[in-house]
C-alpha cells in the first residue's frame, strides 16, 4: 500500500496570530470557507474579505495537486482527489465571483466606505479586488466623460458617480440560522405609535427571515449564518 | 450556470446534499484516502464504511459498491412521518436536512439498493407536498398578518430555495411601500 505522497492531511494549517490562538484543520477552513460562501451569497452588501480561508484553502488545493503528480497514472485515488479538489474549486470560485459581481454593482459606493474602513482596521476588500474595483469605476467614469459631460455646459461637467450609484438595500429580507443563543434581538423600532418594537430571542439552531439591517452585525460576528 | 447575489440553484443545494455521509459495502479494499475535507476508509470488501455521498455516487457509477439505504428510507418509518407531518400543525423535524434530495440522488443512482424504491420515492413525495401546502399557507398568514419577522424551525433548504425569490422581493417591496406609507402620516401629523 502505497501512502506517500499525502502527508499532513489533517494537521493544523493556520494560525491566526492576533485574535485567539487557534489550531484550525484543513476541515474546519473548509467548513468556514462554505459558510463564507453561503453568506456572502445571501447578504445584500459585500461583507469583509475572508482573505485567510481563501488563501489557506488555495495553499491546500496546490499542495494536493502537486502531490497528486507524483502518483503513478490510473491509482484509484487520483479520480476521488479530483473529485474533491474540483468541489472546493467550486466553492472558492463561487465565492469570488459573487464578490465581483457585488463590486460591480456597488464599485463607486465601497470605494468611498473603504476608504472609511481603513480607519477602522477592517478589511473590506483584497487588495485585488480594490484594484478591481478601481479601474472599474475608473473606466464608468471615463466612458460617463467621454460620451456625455464632455458635451455638457461647464457648470455641470463634474459629477460624483458615488452620488447616484447604487448602494446595498440593507433592508432585503434574509433567512438565517441561529448558532449561538442570543437573546432580545430588535426587528423593528416602533417606529409609529401604532406599533410597538418587536423583540424577539434567538435560540441557536433555530431559522428565521428578517431585514438584513437588524442581524448584520450577528453576521459579522458568526452568531448567525445566511441561509 | 446562473450565478448571482442572493440567488441558489437548485444543483447547488444538491452540492451542499452531497456532503451527508452515507454508508456503502465496497467490493475493492484500499487503505485509508486522506481527503482535504477528512479521512475515508480503510476500504474492505463487504465491510460497511462511511463516505460522503459524492464519493458514494462515484463508486456507484463505477460499481464499486453498494449502498447501505439510510434508515429512515423504510416504508414504516417514512409512513409514520407523514402522518406526523399532516396532523402537525408546524414543520416537523425531517431525518435529514436535505431528504429530498438525498432519495433524489439514491433513487436515481442505486434503486436497485434500497427496498421498496418507488414507495419510498411516494412518500418522500407525499411529505415535501404536506410541507409545501403548509409553507403556502404560512407565508399567505405571515404577509396578511403584515409580520416583520418569521420563525422557519425545520424547514429545510431545498424547501426554502423554492420560495426564496418570490418571497424575499414580495417582502422587500412590502416593506417600501411601509415605509413610505408610515413616513407619509408621520409627516401628515407634524403639520
Known amino acids: 500500500m502505497a501512502g506517500d505522497y499525502e502527508t499532513h492531511a489533517q494537521e493544523e494549517i493556520l494560525h491566526s496570530d492576533e485574535d485567539e490562538t487557534?489550531?484550525?484543520?484543513?476541515?474546519?477552513?473548509?467548513?468556514?470557507?462554505?459558510?463564507?460562501?453561503?453568506?456572502?451569497?445571501?447578504?445584500?452588501?459585500?461583507?469583509?474579505?475572508?482573505?485567510?480561508?481563501?488563501?489557506?484553502?488555495?495553499?491546500?488545493?496546490?499542495?494536493?495537486?502537486?502531490?497528486?503528480?507524483?502518483?503513478?497514472?490510473?491509482?484509484?485515488r487520483i479520480i476521488i482527489h479530483k473529485m474533491e479538489l474540483d468541489?472546493?474549486?467550486?466553492?472558492?470560485?463561487?465565492?469570488?465571483?459573487?464578490?465581483?459581481?457585488?463590486?460591480?454593482?456597488?464599485?463607486?459606493?465601497?470605494?468611498?466606505?473603504?476608504a472609511q474602513e481603513e480607519a477602522e482596521n477592517i478589511e473590506l476588500m483584497s487588495p485585488e479586488e480594490k484594484l478591481f474595483a478601481q479601474q472599474y469605476v475608473g473606466n464608468i467614469e471615463g466612458y460617463l466623460h467621454d460620451t456625455i459631460l464632455q458635451h455638457m455646459p461647464p457648470n455641470m461637467e463634474h459629477f460624483q458617480l458615488?452620488?447616484?450609484?447604487?448602494?446595498?438595500?440593507?433592508?432585503?429580507?434574509?433567512?438565517?440560522?441561529?448558532?449561538?443563543?442570543?437573546?432580545?434581538?430588535?426587528?423593528?423600532?416602533?417606529?409609529?405609535?401604532?406599533?410597538?418594537?418587536?423583540?424577539?430571542?434567538?435560540?441557536?439552531?433555530?431559522?428565521?427571515?428578517?431585514?438584513?439591517?437588524?442581524?448584520?452585525?450577528?453576521?459579522?460576528?458568526?452568531?448567525?449564518?445566511?441561509? | 450556470m446562473e450565478l448571482g447575489v442572493g440567488i441558489m440553484s437548485p444543483a447547488e443545494v444538491e452540492f451542499l446534499a452531497e456532503k451527508e455521509l452515507v454508508t456503502?459495502?465496497?467490493?475493492?479494499?484500499?487503505?485509508?484516502?486522506?481527503?482535504?475535507?477528512?479521512?475515508?476508509?480503510?476500504?474492505?470488501?463487504?465491510?460497511?464504511?462511511?463516505?460522503?455521498?459524492?464519493?458514494?455516487?462515484?463508486?456507484?457509477?463505477?460499481?464499486?459498491?453498494?449502498?447501505?439505504?439510510?434508515?429512515?428510507?423504510?416504508?414504516?418509518?417514512?409512513?409514520?412521518?407523514?402522518?406526523?407531518?399532516?396532523?402537525?400543525?408546524?414543520?416537523?423535524?425531517?431525518?435529514?436536512?436535505?431528504?429530498?434530495?438525498?432519495?433524489?440522488?439514491?433513487m436515481s443512482i442505486a434503486p436497485m439498493d434500497i427496498p421498496h424504491a418507488e414507495d419510498i420515492q411516494t412518500l418522500i413525495k407525499d411529505i415535501w407536498d404536506i410541507r409545501m401546502a403548509k409553507l403556502r399557507s404560512s407565508i399567505d398568514a405571515f404577509i396578511k398578518g403584515e409580520e416583520t419577522h418569521a420563525k422557519l424551525d425545520h424547514l429545510t433548504l431545498m424547501e426554502i430555495n423554492t420560495v426564496r425569490p418570490l418571497l424575499t422581493n414580495t417582502l422587500n417591496k412590502l416593506y417600501q411601500l411601509r415605509q413610505v406609507s408610515s413616513f407619509g402620516t408621520s409627516e401628515s401629523q407634524e403639520w
Not at chain 1, 46 to 61: I, S
Not at chain 1, 87 to 106: A, C, D, H, P, T
Not at chain 2, 25 to 41: A, W
Open chain 1, 22 to 76: 487557534e489550531l484550525t484543520t484543513p476541515i474546519e477552513v473548509l467548513q468556514k470557507l462554505e459558510e463564507a460562501w453561503l453568506n456572502e451569497k445571501f447578504a445584500p452588501e459585500l461583507l469583509p474579505y475572508k482573505g485567510e480561508l481563501v488563501d489557506c484553502m488555495l495553499d491546500q488545493l496546490q499542495h494536493m495537486d502537486q502531490n497528486l503528480r507524483r502518483v503513478k497514472p490510473g491509482d484509484f
Open chain 1, 87 to 114: 468541489r472546493i474549486q467550486f466553492v472558492l470560485n463561487s465565492y469570488l465571483r459573487i464578490r465581483l459581481e457585488k463590486i460591480e454593482r456597488f464599485g463607486a459606493y465601497l470605494l468611498n466606505l473603504e
Open chain 1, 162 to 227: 458615488a452620488s447616484v450609484g447604487s448602494k446595498p438595500n440593507l433592508d432585503s429580507y434574509v433567512f438565517f440560522k441561529v448558532l449561538k443563543d442570543t437573546p432580545s434581538l430588535v426587528v423593528e423600532e416602533g417606529a409609529s405609535e401604532t406599533r410597538e418594537s418587536d423583540i424577539i430571542d434567538l435560540e441557536a439552531g433555530s431559522q428565521h427571515i428578517i431585514r438584513y439591517r437588524p442581524v448584520y452585525r450577528l453576521l459579522q460576528n458568526g452568531t448567525v449564518k445566511l441561509i
Open chain 2, 24 to 106: 456503502i459495502f465496497p467490493n475493492f479494499s484500499h487503505g485509508k484516502i486522506y481527503l482535504i475535507s477528512g479521512d475515508v476508509g480503510p476500504f474492505v470488501p463487504s465491510l460497511p464504511v462511511q463516505v460522503p455521498l459524492w464519493l458514494a455516487v462515484n463508486l456507484k457509477q463505477r460499481q464499486k459498491c453498494r449502498l447501505l439505504p439510510l434508515d429512515w428510507m423504510n416504508k414504516d418509518v417514512l409512513e409514520e412521518k407523514k402522518q406526523e407531518e399532516y396532523n402537525n400543525k408546524f414543520f416537523t423535524a425531517m431525518p435529514s436536512p436535505h431528504y429530498r434530495e438525498i432519495t433524489q440522488l439514491l
